[in-house]
């Protein structure tokens, strides 16, 4: 089974623009999790999506997005970037069923997104 | 809000030693999953070994054993035997037991740069 696939690997942008971010999560997985990981505040979650809702909600504002497609492929959108928002960028997928069990999350190899 | 601690900001220990990297976190919740995963360099994270909050047996995973302390609310993890391919970032995780995708939102801390020296 393929694993969690993230592209593009690597960004760079400039500040004010957007960026789009795009994630396949394993086969027959519908959760898609993101996460923000940067030197300073190291790993903190975005947003949860699941057949195409977002449930959970990070604190982070409202430049950033995310969304989900009916085949369980999941972006993230940044919008008016800024200097701050460089990061590796992570999503991860799991079966997102039954919440009374345990769903292992795995991780994707992340956006690596530079801001200049 | 749950808060993950990690006190160790980096950490080496000698091949085939033995490791030990500390974990604490604070919480209200009651039932909750606690988690340590691997980073290596330019490389996937991957989930290292997993507790149950309600499940008093420490979490084991061939070298890898966790010593959980529920009450004292700590998550250390033991490496034993260290191998040159355990060379990684270590982050403890938390993750509550709940509906409405509380589930798949983990809580990390800051990380253990944990070296294995030949």
Same mark, same amino acid.
């Given at each position: 089974k393929a694993g969690v696939t993230q592209t593009p690997r690597y960004l760079i942008k400039t500040r004010g623009q957007q960026v789009t971010l795009s994630c396949s999560p394993i086969s027959g997985h519908r959760s898609v999790s993101w996460y923000q990981q940067t030197p300073g505040q190291g790993l903190q979650f975005l947003f949860e999506y699941f057949s195409e809702t977002q449930r959970n909600k990070g604190?982070?504002?409202?430049?950033f997005s995310g969304r989900q497609f009916s085949n369980s492929r999941s972006e993230m959108n940044v919008s008016?970037? *800024?200097?701050?928002?460089s990061a590796l960028y992570l999503c991860a997928s799991s079966l997102?069923?039954? *919440?009374?069990l345990y769903n292992e999350q795995f991780f994707g190899p992340g956006t690596r997104l530079t801001v200049l | 809000a749950q808060t993950v601690t990690q006190s160790q900001p980096e950490m080496s220990v000698q091949e085939a030693e033995t490791v030990t990297l500390s974990c604490t976190y604070d919480t209200s919740e009651n039932n909750y999953y606690l988690f340590w995963y691997k980073q290596p360099p330019s490389r996937q994270m991957i989930l290292v070994i997993r507790q149950e909050a309600y499940k008093q047996q420490n979490a084991t995973e061939n070298r890898f054993s966790v010593n959980f302390q529920k009450a004292a609310k700590s998550f250390s993890l033991k490496i034993s035997?260290?191998?040159?391919?355990?060379t990684a970032m270590y982050f403890c995780a938390f993750m509550k037991k709940g509906s409405g995708g509380s589930n798949y939102k983990l809580t990390f801390g800051k990380g253990t740069l944990l070296t294995v020296n030949p």
């Amino acid at each position: 089974k393929a694993g969690v696939t993230q592209t593009p690997r690597y960004l760079i942008k400039t500040r004010g623009q957007q960026v789009t971010l795009s994630c396949s999560p394993i086969s027959g997985h519908r959760s898609v999790s993101w996460y923000q990981q940067t030197p300073g505040q190291g790993l903190q979650f975005l947003f949860e999506y699941f057949s195409e809702t977002q449930r959970n909600k990070g604190n982070f504002p409202g430049r950033f997005s995310g969304r989900q497609f009916s085949n369980s492929r999941s972006e993230m959108n940044v919008s008016t970037l *800024e200097l701050g928002d460089s990061a590796l960028y992570l999503c991860a997928s799991s079966l997102g069923v039954r *919440e009374d069990l345990y769903n292992e999350q795995f991780f994707g190899p992340g956006t690596r997104l530079t801001v200049l | 809000a749950q808060t993950v601690t990690q006190s160790q900001p980096e950490m080496s220990v000698q091949e085939a030693e033995t490791v030990t990297l500390s974990c604490t976190y604070d919480t209200s919740e009651n039932n909750y999953y606690l988690f340590w995963y691997k980073q290596p360099p330019s490389r996937q994270m991957i989930l290292v070994i997993r507790q149950e909050a309600y499940k008093q047996q420490n979490a084991t995973e061939n070298r890898f054993s966790v010593n959980f302390q529920k009450a004292a609310k700590s998550f250390s993890l033991k490496i034993s035997d260290s191998q040159l391919g355990d060379t990684a970032m270590y982050f403890c995780a938390f993750m509550k037991k709940g509906s409405g995708g509380s589930n798949y939102k983990l809580t990390f801390g800051k990380g253990t740069l944990l070296t294995v020296n030949p």
